[in-house]
């Protein structure tokens, strides 16, 4: 039992790893904006579906569909960003309304374009398994963990130390003193959003090397990335990924321990919870100022 619920918590911290990803595209988007954005599971999604495009026709790694995955899901963070930004009134609601439009219609161009088969990497090299003592992993989840650590170190270092990234910074703690001390807000957000777009690009094609994707899970993405958001209290980066890392242990654990049936239910309890207990998230205050 012990070396179960040891395999567990390890495969929740490789999927874990994945979802930080997928939560930090909606948190930076959510920072500087001050809106939800309900499609971003979606090109969550759109990016996987790029990689099964060119693995199936081209016969080459996954990965290497990233460039595919940038163009479309980037191209469409900003075609989204300038219908966003074109809201003059009631932003917060008429913006959740558009998202979820666009999200339900990238939803059904996949289903169009790939009908609703479920869909997972042929790669033998991702799907071999690798043992580090007792626990086991496919090769997938491997890299896809160390594939979000450095995208994850990449974009700390991005907020810390480029303009744009303290820009976005200042935009998400004052927008009015941040455009006072000469920045442009809205190219800021612009900047945001395409951000949150080369997060959704890379983790779509993490996610099918290491999971199956089909159209409808889309949505399940989005509420995952606003649970993670939620346990982080809209905060740093270490604080997103150890609220990813919890959801997916959560998850793995249940899966293990009870039925994959309540999979979707643990998570939802665990955001329940903290919202009760825990309004500001489990980092607090200072967590949500990083």
Avoid: C
Avoid at 41 to 55: D, H, K, Q, S, T
Avoid at 137 to 161: I, P, R, T, Y
Avoid at 209 to 216: I, L, Y
Avoid at 222 to 228: D, E, G, P, Q
């Amino acid at each position: 039992m012990i070396e179960l619920v040891l395999q567990a918590i390890f495969s929740g911290i490789l999927v874990g790893s994945v979802y930080a990803l997928v939560a930090l595209g909606l948190a930076i988007a959510f920072g500087t904006m001050r809106i939800i954005n309900l499609a971003h599971g979606e090109l969550v999604l759109l990016a996987a579906y790029a990689a099964y495009f060119v693995e199936t026709n081209t016969g080459l790694n996954p990965y290497a569909a990233i460039p595919l995955a940038l163009v479309l899901v980037g191209g469409l963070s900003a075609v989204l960003f300038l219908m966003i930004n074109r809201i003059r009134e009631h932003r917060e609601l008429n913006s959740l309304i558009l998202t979820f439009a666009v999200g339900i219609i990238i939803t059904n161009a996949i289903l169009l374009a790939f009908a609703s088969d479920v869909r997972t990497t042929t790669s033998p090299l991702l799907q071999d398994a690798v043992s580090i003592g007792p626990l086991f992993a496919m090769n997938g989840e491997v890299v896809a963990f160390a594939v979000s650590l450095l995208l994850m170190g990449g974009l700390w270092w991005w907020l810390k130390g480029s303009w744009y990234g303290q820009a976005v910074r200042a935009v998400s703690s004052n927008r009015d003193a941040a455009r006072l001390m000469g920045i442009n807000p809205v190219r800021t957000e612009y900047v945001a959003f395409i951000a949150a777009g080369v997060l959704a690009s890379v983790a779509g094609v993490a996610l099918y090397t290491m999971s199956v994707v089909q159209p409808s899970i889309g949505h399940a993405f989005t509420v995952k990335a606003f649970i993670v958001t939620v346990l982080a209290g809209v905060g740093s980066i270490p604080g997103v990924f150890l609220g990813a890392i919890l959801l997916g242990v959560t998850e793995a654990l249940t899966v293990t321990l009870a039925s994959s049936a309540l999979q979707e239910l643990a998570g939802m309890a665990l955001f329940l919870l903290v919202l009760f207990f825990l309004p500001t998230g489990l980092f607090g205050a200072r967590a949500r100022r990083g």
